[in-house]
């Protein structure tokens, strides 16, 4: 089942902060993160496995609730290069590397 | 280190032609995937391998059919194609366990007209 993204679209000024939600009404294990520019392919940013793990990389940082089955990307002091469509990637089995994904947020970060 | 690869990049078809989308990955990955991409759907799951000599549907698998030829391929092929077809597919693979990177290909832009 897709998970569902919210926003479907944001669009900030350059410095601003932002974030990203993905929920599924099912048990996940894990929860991918992409980034796609316009006319390439998706670009790895993180995983986060299941325990509820934060993980983050300079401005970019994502949490997992698995209680609640919802992952947030969190983007800070945005930058012009942050620019593009954020997809969530949802896996609800241990091994099984089938992702599922959500519909994209579509993120225009203005100078 | 080419990654995943894909071919062709752009390709138009005329409603019941038939053609096979190539991919092939260098990372000794033992799963492998085709996906769809539509405007506002997200990536959707069409086939995917976790082995060589296994396949398995995904989410939108009719219309498609698919081929390990070995570890490194994963071909993807339209019998007939139909206008709904329209679209930008997605080669990717990963290591087999969870946790690890989804590699995608550069995609292939196909128009069946």
């Known amino acids: 089942q897709q998970p569902v993204q919210s926003p479907q679209a944001v669009i900030l000024r350059e410095g601003e902060d932002a974030v990203i939600n993905c929920s599924s009404s099912k048990a996940l294990y894990s929860v991918h993160w992409y980034r796609q520019k316009h006319g390439e392919a998706p670009v790895f940013l993180m995983i986060?496995?299941?325990?509820?793990e934060q993980k983050g990389h300079e401005k970019i940082s994502a949490s997992f609730n698995e209680k609640k089955q919802q992952s947030s990307l969190y983007l800070t002091a945005s930058q012009l290069s942050y620019s593009g469509t954020y997809f969530c990637?949802?896996?609800?089995?241990?091994?099984?590397?089938?992702?599922?994904f959500g519909q994209g947020t579509r993120l225009t970060i203005n100078p | 280190n080419a990654g995943v690869t894909q071919t062709p990049k752009f390709q138009v078809l005329k409603t019941g032609q038939s053609m096979t989308l190539q991919c092939a990955q260098d990372?000794?990955?033992?799963?492998m995937y085709w996906y769809r991409q539509d405007p506002g759907m997200g990536l959707r799951l069409i086939y995917y391998?976790?082995?060589?000599?296994?396949?398995d549907k995904g989410e939108v698998p009719n219309g498609y059919n698919v081929s390990r030829l070995n570890k490194r391929e994963f071909s993807l092929r339209l019998e007939s194609a139909a206008p709904s077809q329209t679209s930008v597919y997605f080669c990717?693979?990963?290591?087999?366990?969870?946790?690890?990177?989804?590699?995608f290909g550069e995609g292939s832009w196909l128009t069946v007209v």
């Open positions: 990717a693979s990963t290591r087999v366990s969870s946790g690890n990177t989804i590699y």
């Open positions: 391998s976790a082995s060589e000599g296994t396949t």
């Open positions: 986060l496995l299941k325990g509820g």
């Open positions: 990637g949802t896996d609800r089995i241990q091994g099984a590397q089938k992702l599922v």
């Open positions: 990372m000794n990955h033992n799963s």
